[in-house]
């Protein structure tokens, strides 16, 4: 039970930086100027994000 309580909380905080990354690469490429491309840091930890919530098991009913 506590595996699957540590599970549901670490997914839930997955999800959060998820939507927290998004937001911020959307913002990034938009107004960064040319030349910059630090959004490119943001867009592979968005990825590792997406990579460790497949990892994880979903607990939706």
Do not use: Y
């Amino acid at each position: 039970m506590k595996q699957s309580l540590r599970l549901l909380m670490r997914r839930h905080g997955l999800r959060e930086r998820l939507e927290q990354l998004r937001t911020l690469l959307s913002v990034q490429i938009e107004t960064l100027p040319l030349g910059n491309e630090s959004w490119l840091d943001t867009e592979r930890e968005l990825v590792a994000v997406e990579r460790a919530l497949e990892r994880i098991p979903s607990f939706d009913c």
